[in-house]
C-alpha cells in the first residue's frame, strides 16, 4: 500500500533497447540512495532483454508486456493502449521516458535528451533518401512533440539543451543539464610518456577509437590519418572497436583496403562487452574520438578516466567535457586528423600534460552524483505538479 508521502516513479524504457541508453539506465538505478530521496518506489516497463540488464533492487519493479518484446509498432500501441493503465494500476505519481518519445495523456512526464542526430541537419542529411534518414525526419517529429508536452526535460549537455532549444519553444518547460558519471573501473592513474623512438612495428604505439561505425563517426578518415603517419615512419596501429553498421561498411572496407591491404596496421575488432570494455582502453596508448554529433560523449570520458592522452573532433559537445585537455581536429579533413596525431604523439611531455588534466576532470563525473541530480529533478517536477 502506498504511503502518504510516498512518490512512486515510473519509467517507460519501452524504447531503451541497446547500447548507452541501457548503460544510463542502468548505472542510474545502480546508484540511486534511496533512503536519501523522496522517490521510495520505482517501477519500470520494457522488454525481457534491457530488463535483465537493469540491477535487482528491493524498491525496484521490473514489468514488462508481450508489446513491449515487440517491434516499433506494437510498443507504440502498447503506449497508447496500455501506458497509462499501468502507471495508474501501480500508483505512479510521476513517469519519467529516458527514450525521449512518449504517447499518453498521463502527467506529469519527465523527458531525457538522449539522441542529438535528428536535430543536427548537416548529419541528418549524410544520409540521402534512405530509409534511415526518413526514420532521423520521424524522430525529429515525434521527440519534438514529446518534449513540448513534458513538464521537464533532463539534457546531457549544454550545447545540446541549446541546440534543441534553438529549435523549439520550450521556455516554459523545467529543465536540467546532469552529466553521465563514469565507473571506478575505467580510472587508472595516467603512465609514464615515453619518446616515439621507444617503439617499433614489433612494440607499437597503439591507437583506438571505440565507436559505433556509423556516417558521421567518420573512421574512413581516420585511417587515412593513420595511414599519413605510418607512411611517415611512425610506429603505430590502429583499433577500431564498435558496432559496424551496414550503412557505413563500404566507406569503411574502402578505405581499409586502400590503406592497409595487407592488414599491417589498422584492425578492425568485433563489439566488445560493456562490462569488458575499460581494458581496451588500460592496453593503449592514444584515444581517438572523431565523430561529428554527440549529446554527450561517453565514450570521451571513459577516455579520459582511463589516464590515456586524446585527440579529438572539435564538434558538437566534446570541447565542453574535455577543455582544455585535449588536441581537436576537424573529423572531415584528415590531413587535420593526422596533424593533431603527430603533434601528441612527438611529445611526451604534452602527452603526459594532456592525460593528466583529463583525469583529474573525469573525477568530476560521478554516476552518484548524477543519479542524485536526476531523483532530484524529478521529484521537484513531480512537487510543482501538485
Not at 541497446?18 to 520505482?42: A, F, M, P, W, Y
Not at 495508474?88 to 527514450?99: A, D, K, Y
Not at 573525469?362 to 542524485?372: I, M, N, P, Q, V
Request: charged letters at 25%; proline letters at 4%; aromatic letters at 12%.
Amino acid at each position: 500500500m502506498r504511503l502518504e508521502n510516498e512518490i512512486i516513479l515510473g519509467i517507460d524504457a519501452s524504447n531503451i533497447r541497446h547500447g548507452g541508453g541501457i548503460t544510463h539506465l542502468s548505472q542510474l538505478l545502480d546508484h540511486t540512495n534511496i533512503e536519501k530521496s523522496k522517490i521510495k518506489r520505482v517501477v519500470v516497463w520494457s522488454n525481457e532483454r534491457t530488463l535483465k540488464q537493469l540491477p535487482n533492487k528491493p524498491w525496484l519493479d521490473k514489468k514488462t508486456h508481450t508489446l513491449l518484446n515487440g517491434n516499433f509498432l506494437q510498443r507504440t500501441i502498447w503506449q497508447i493502449l496500455k501506458l497509462k493503465k499501468a502507471l495508474n494500476s501501480q500508483s505512479c505519481g510521476i513517469l519519467f521516458v529516458p527514450g525521449a518519445s512518449f504517447i499518453t495523456k498521463f502527467k506529469p512526464v519527465v523527458t531525457m535528451h538522449q539522441n542529438l542526430l535528428p536535430f543536427e541537419n548537416d548529419e541528418v542529411l549524410r544520409y540521402g533518401l534512405s530509409f534511415f534518414f526518413f526514420k532521423l525526419i520521424f524522430l525529429r517529429f515525434s521527440q519534438s512533440i514529446s518534449f513540448k508536452r513534458s513538464q521537464g526535460i533532463i539534457f546531457l549537455s549544454k550545447y545540446s539543451r541549446d541546440l534543441l532549444k534553438s529549435f523549439l519553444k520550450i521556455s516554459s518547460v523545467d529543465e536540467k543539464v546532469i552529466p553521465h558519471g563514469v565507473e571506478k573501473r575505467f580510472f587508472k592513474e595516467p603512465r609514464e610518456q615515453f619518446n616515439i623512438d621507444a617503439y617499433s612495428n614489433e612494440n607499437p604505439f597503439k591507437l583506438i577509437y571505440v565507436s559505433s561505425v556509423d556516417l558521421y563517426k567518420h573512421q574512413w578518415n581516420v585511417i587515412e590519418a593513420v595511414h599519413d603517419l605510418r607512411s611517415s615512419g611512425y610506429p603505430i596501429t590502429l583499433d577500431l572497436y564498435g558496432k559496424l553498421n551496414e550503412r557505413a561498411k563500404p566507406l569503411l572496407m574502402r578505405a581499409m583496403k586502400r590503406f592497409d591491404f595487407s592488414g599491417d596496421y589498422i584492425n578492425l575488432n568485433q563489439e566488445v562487452s560493456f562490462k569488458e570494455i575499460h581494458n581496451i582502453y588500460h592496453q593503449a596508448d592514444l584515444s581517438i574520438f572523431a565523430s561529428s554529433c554527440e549529446t554527450f560523449g561517453q565514450i570521451v570520458l571513459e577516455s579520459m578516466a582511463s589516464g590515456i592522452p586524446m585527440c579529438c573532433s572539435r564538434g558538437s559537445s566534446m570541447q565542453e567535457i574535455l577543455g582544455g585537455s585535449a588536441r581537436y581536429f576537424n573529423p572531415l579533413k584528415p590531413q587535420e586528423i593526422s596533424s593533431c596525431l603527430r603533434e601528441v604523439i612527438d611529445s611526451p611531455i604534452l602527452r603526459s600534460e594532456m592525460s593528466n588534466a583529463s583525469f583529474s576532470l573525469a573525477k568530476r563525473y560521478d554516476w552518484e552524483l548524477s543519479s542524485r541530480e536526476s531523483f532530484s529533478f524529478i521529484t521537484k517536477v513531480y512537487e510543482k505538479s501538485l
